[in-house]
């Protein structure tokens, strides 16, 4: 089985009978954070995340009825069902699929999930000193300060 990443406050979602996509907004929960060293950006994004729930409010123009799109999500489809957050809804997954009231069947799509991976500390400790020199062959890595030392020859 193939990993699959959750979905996140800020997820770029489209949909198919709309022209432009938007960001979904996560309003039904504020405790569950993912890839958010902060805990202020990132909540995570769960079934319960109905109705208008975009950031824009809109999808563009709606191939359907010819005017804007506004979105109302009834219901989900494709989320991880092993889990279930304190707002009793399910962790939505890069591969789910809302399905709207003006569109029928699932026909939102998540384009791009939220996560951004950002390297810290304990990337740096954990990592080889043989793959940092692959990774980054104009300079060494010293672990005891964690951090890049350049070693550009200037002529």
Do not use: R
């Not at 399905?99 to 740096?124: D, K, R, S």
């Not at 951090?147 to 002529?155: A, G, H």
């Amino acid at each position: 089985m193939s990993q699959k990443h959750l979905v996140c406050h800020g997820a770029l979602c489209k949909c198919q009978f709309g022209t432009a996509p938007d960001k979904l907004m996560v309003l039904t929960q504020n405790k569950i954070y993912i890839n958010d060293e902060k805990s202020s950006e990132k909540l995570v994004a769960t079934t319960m995340e109905l109705g208008p729930t975009f950031e824009k409010k809109t999808f563009g123009t709606c191939s359907m009825t010819n005017s804007a799109c506004v979105p109302n999500i009834t219901m989900w489809d494709g989320f991880y069902e092993k889990v279930t957050l304190p707002n009793k809804g399910n962790p939505l997954l890069e591969d789910s699929k809302g399905t709207c009231a003006i569109g029928g069947a699932p026909c939102v799509e998540i384009l791009f999930h939220g996560q951004i991976a950002t390297p810290n500390e304990m990337n740096a400790d954990n990592t080889e000193e043989e793959l940092i020199s692959l990774i980054n062959p104009l300079g060494e890595f010293d672990k005891n300060v964690n951090k890049p030392i350049i070693s550009i020859p200037i002529e």
